[in-house]
C-alpha cells in the first residue's frame, strides 16, 4: 500500500481541532516581540498509514527566545492518559493517540467546561489535551513531532 502524505494549506474541518503553540504569558505582547511566536512550524504533513492509522508531523523551527512547546488537541471524548498513548473515548467508541517522541514529555488534560474566558460559549464536556516539550531536550534548532492517531490499540 502506498503511504499518501497531505500537505497543510489553509483552514482544515476535523471532528478534533489540531493545533501547535507555544505556551507563553506573553499572550497580549505585539507579536514581533512576543516568546510565544518564537516556535515556528515549517511544515505539517498528515500521513494515512494504514486503514485505520493517521500520522500528524510537525517540523518545528526553534529561535533563540524558545523554552517550551505545547501541542494541543481539543475534544469532547473522555480522555484515559497512559504513558505515550492517550485513549479517547466518546459514543462508545475509542481513538488511540500515540506521541513518537525520543524527547521527553509530559501529557495534562485540561477542563475547558465551563470555559476559562467568560466570553467563550460553554461546551459540556470540553477538554484540551496538551503534549509538553522542553526546548532543552532536542539538539539543534529545529524539532520534528509525531503523534499517531488510530482506531486500533499501538
Known amino acids: 500500500m502506498m503511504k499518501k502524505t497531505y500537505r497543510w494549506a489553509g483552514p482544515l474541518k476535523m471532528i478534533m481541532a489540531l493545533q501547535i503553540c507555544l505556551f507563553s504569558a506573553a499572550w497580549g505582547q505585539d507579536t514581533q516581540e512576543s516568546p ?11 500521513s494515512r ?58 501529557v495534562n488534560v485540561i477542563s475547558l467546561s465551563p470555559p476559562p474566558l467568560p466570553y467563550d460559549k460553554n461546551i459540556e464536556g470540553l477538554k484540551r489535551l496538551e503534549i509538553h516539550w522542553l526546548r532543552e531536550n532536542f539538539q539543534g534548532d529545529t524539532a520534528i513531532l509525531d503523534i499517531e492517531l488510530d482506531t486500533k490499540t499501538f
Open 49 to 106: 498509514i494504514t486503514e485505520t492509522r493517521l500520522r500528524i508531523n510537525d517540523k518545528l523551527l526553534f529561535s533563540s527566545k524558545t523554552n517550551s512547546m505545547t501541542w494541543q488537541m481539543i475534544t469532547r471524548a473522555d480522555l484515559k492518559v497512559q504513558g505515550e498513548q492517550v485513549e479517547l473515548h466518546q459514543d462508545g467508541k475509542i481513538l488511540y493517540l500515540r506521541v513518537r517522541s525520543a524527547a521527553p514529555f509530559e
Open 36 to 46: 510565544r511566536w518564537s516556535l515556528l512550524t515549517k511544515r505539517r504533513t498528515f
